[in-house]
C-alpha cells in the first residue's frame, strides 16, 4: 500500500473525512474507491456512497476476497442506516465468515454488530442477544469497543433493563473518549437521550403522567397489575397475558382499567369497543360474550365482575390497577415511532420492522404525509420517508478495522 493511501486510511480512523478524501479524491483503483465510499458515507451522501463501494468491490480481484468482504460490510451499513432492512442478511453473515477466515477480526465483529443492530430494529431480541454472546469485546480497539456497547445497550433498553443499559452507555462513553472520534461521542450521547426522555404515560385512579424508561421498569415490577398499551398485554411482575391477536378483548380491558376501582357502563364499553353510538341488543349480547372470552384470558390475573351498570375490574389479591400508554397516542403512531429515529425510512423497511403488510404502511404514510406529520424524498425503490420537525443530518457510520495498509 502507497503512503498516500496509508495516510488517508489513518485520517479516515480519526474521523478527519475531508483530509482522507483529498487525498484520494481522483483516484480510481479499488482502495481507493473503497475508501472514498467510506467516507462518503459518514459525510451523509449515501447514494454516491453505494455506487463507490460497489465499484471497489467489483474492482478487487478473485484473489481479494477480504478486501471484496470488508466493501460488503461497508454496504450493509449503509443499507442499515438507510433502513433498506431488505437489504441480504446472508450477504453479510458470508462476509462475516470470510473476514474470520482471514483473521480480520476487527471489521468481522463490526459485522456482527451490524446483524444484532438489525435484529434489534425488527424486534429479534432473543436472536440478536445470541449473536452478541459469541464476541468478546475485550480485545477490540476503542471505536469496536464503543459499537458493541452501544448494541449492548440497545437490547438492554429494549428488555427494560435500565441499569445494565446505563451501565452499557458509561463504557461507550469511555471507549468514545478513548478513542477521541466526535462521531463516536455524539452516538453515545444520542443513546443516552432514550433514557432521558418520556417512554410511556401512566393513567391511574384519575392520574395520568409521563414516566421514564426506569419508572416503566419500576411499575412492571412493583406488583401492580398493568395493562399495557404498549405492547398490548395485561400483566403482572411475573405474568403477561398477550392480547395483541384480541383488540376487542384489549379494548374492553383497557377501557375497565382506566376506571378501576369503579365500573364501565355497558353502552360506554360498546362504544369503545365496537366502535358503536347505541348499545342495542345485539351489542349487549356480543358484549356479554366478548366479556366472557376476557374473563377466561385474564383468569390468573383478575377477575371482569358484572355491577348494576356494566362491568369492572378486580385484580387478584391486594393491588392497584393502572394503564402503561404510549407517550403519544394517535392513528399511525406506530410509524411516527419508527420515523422519529432521526433515520430516512423506505415503506417495505417500515413494513419489516412493524410486521405489516407494505400496501397497509404506505396508505399510513400517505395519510401522515397529508397532515403534514412524514415527507418523502426520492422516487421509486429510492423514495424513503422521515418526519420534518427533524433537522437533517450525517449519519454516523462506525467502520472499524484494520488500516488499509494491513
Known amino acids: 500500500m502507497d503512503s498516500m493511501m496509508t495516510a488517508a486510511a489513518r485520517l479516515l480512523a480519526t474521523g478527519d473525512l475531508l483530509g482522507a478524501l483529498k487525498r484520494v479524491a481522483l483516484r480510481e483503483d479499488a482502495p481507493a474507491l473503497a475508501l472514498r465510499g467510506i467516507a462518503m458515507a459518514q459525510l451523509g451522501d449515501l447514494v454516491r456512497a453505494k455506487v463507490l463501494l460497489k465499484m471497489a468491490a467489483r474492482a478487487f480481484g478473485p484473489r481479494e476476497a477480504m478486501a471484496r468482504a470488508r466493501c460488503i460490510v461497508a454496504e450493509a451499513e449503509i443499507a442499515l442506516v438507510s433502513r ?8 453479510l453473515a458470508a462476509a462475516r465468515t470470510v473476514l474470520e477466515a482471514h483473521g480480520d477480526r476487527l471489521n468481522a465483529a463490526h459485522a456482527r454488530h451490524l446483524e444484532v443492530r438489525r435484529l434489534l430494529l425488527i424486534g429479534h431480541l432473543d436472536e440478536a442477544e445470541r449473536l452478541l454472546a459469541e464476541l468478546d469485546p475485550t480485545p477490540l480497539p476503542p471505536p469496536s469497543r464503543t459499537a458493541y456497547e452501544l448494541v449492548v445497550a440497545g437490547i438492554a433498553i429494549r428488555r427494560l ?6 451501565a452499557a452507555l458509561r463504557r461507550a462513553e469511555n471507549a468514545a473518549h478513548e478513542a477521541g472520534i466526535p462521531a463516536l461521542a455524539a452516538e453515545v450521547e444520542s443513546a443516552y437521550q432514550v433514557l432521558k426522555t418520556p417512554a410511556a404515560r401512566l393513567v391511574a385512579v384519575g392520574e395520568e403522567r409521563f414516566l421514564l424508561l426506569e419508572e416503566v421498569e419500576a411499575l412492571l415490577a412493583s406488583g401492580a397489575l398493568v395493562v399495557d398499551a404498549c405492547r398490548y398485554a395485561v400483566r403482572d411482575a411475573n405474568t403477561l397475558v398477550s392480547l395483541s391477536t384480541r383488540p376487542v378483548l384489549f379494548a374492553l380491558a383497557r377501557a375497565l382499567g382506566e376506571s ?13 369497543a365496537f366502535r358503536g353510538k ?15 372470552r376476557l374473563r377466561g384470558e385474564l383468569r390468573t390475573l383478575a377477575d371482569v365482575r358484572a355491577t348494576k351498570d356494566g362491568f369492572a375490574l378486580t385484580p387478584r389479591g391486594v393491588r392497584k ?3 402503561l400508554a404510549p407517550p403519544v397516542e394517535e392513528e399511525h403512531g406506530a410509524v411516527l415511532a419508527f420515523l422519529a429515529d432521526g ?4 415503506s417495505s423497511a417500515l413494513a419489516i420492522a412493524l410486521g405489516a403488510s407494505p400496501r397497509t404502511v404506505q396508505r399510513a404514510l400517505d395519510a401522515l404525509a397529508a397532515a403534514g406529520k412524514a415527507q418523502s424524498f426520492g422516487r421509486g425503490p429510492a423514495r424513503r420517508w422521515t418526519t420534518p420537525s427533524l433537522p437533517g443530518f450525517p449519519s454516523t457510520l462506525l467502520l472499524p478495522g484494520p488500516l488499509p495498509s494491513d
Open 278 to 292: 347505541d348499545a342495542d341488543e345485539s351489542h349487549r349480547a356480543r358484549l356479554r360474550v366478548e366479556v366472557g
Open 84 to 91: 433498506d432492512l431488505g437489504w441480504p442478511a446472508k450477504t
Open 260 to 272: 378501576w376501582p369503579g365500573d364501565v357502563s355497558r353502552n360506554a364499553l360498546v362504544a369503545r
Open 161 to 166: 433493563q435500565t441499569g445494565a443499559a446505563r
Open 343 to 346: 433515520e430516512s425510512w423506505s
Open 321 to 323: 390497577v393502572v394503564v
